[in-house]
C-alpha cells in the first residue's frame, strides 16, 4: 500500500499518526511525508526541516516534502492545493475514506475536492528529500 500523510507543520505528522506509520512501514507499505509548512514560528525552520528527515528516517519513509507555505497563516488557496494535489499525483496513495474527521475548515474543503478525483501518476520526478 501507498501512504501520504498530510501536517501542517513540522512534527504534526509524528504526533498524529508516527506509530501508526511506523508499523505500516514495517509491514512493507510506502510510507511518504508531505510537511506544508517549515514551522518558523516555534523555532528555526532550518532545524525544524533537520528533524522531520530524521523522522522520516526513523519512520521508516520512502520520502519526504517539507514545503514553504507561510506558518501560523495557511490558507486554502490554488496554489496551497496544487502542491497538495502534485503529492498525491506523486505518491498515487491507496485511498479509503472511512472514518475521517476532517478538523477544520481547509481540511474539510480539500477532502470535498479531492475525493472525488480519480489520481494517477505517468511521472515520479519531483524535488523530494530522500530519506534514505
Not at 12 to 32: F, M, P, S
Not at 84 to 110: C, H, M, Q, Y
Request: overall charge positive; aromatic content about 6%.
Amino acid at each position: 500500500m501507498d501512504i501520504l500523510a498530510i501536517g501542517a507543520h513540522p512534527d504534526d505528522i509524528e504526533l498524529g499518526c508516527g506509530g501508526l506509520l511506523i508499523k505500516a512501514a514495517r509491514e512493507g507499505h510506502n510510507v511518504y511525508l508531505y510537511t506544508v509548512t517549515k514551522g518558523g514560528v516555534s523555532g528555526d525552520p532550518h532545524e525544524r526541516t533537520e528533524e522531520s528527515k530524521k523522522a522520516a528516517q526513523f519512520i521508516g519513509a520512502k520520502g519526504i516534502w517539507v514545503d514553504n507555505f507561510p506558518d501560523s497563516r495557511l490558507r486554502v488557496s490554488s496554489e496551497l492545493i496544487n502542491h497538495i494535489e502534485a503529492r498525491i499525483d506523486w505518491v498515487n496513495p491507496d485511498w479509503k475514506r472511512e472514518g475521517t474527521t476532517p478538523t477544520s475548515s481547509p481540511t474539510r474543503f480539500l477532502s470535498r475536492g479531492t475525493s472525488s478525483r480519480r489520481f494517477t501518476s505517468t511521472s515520479r520526478t519531483s524535488s523530494m528529500i530522500r530519506s534514505s
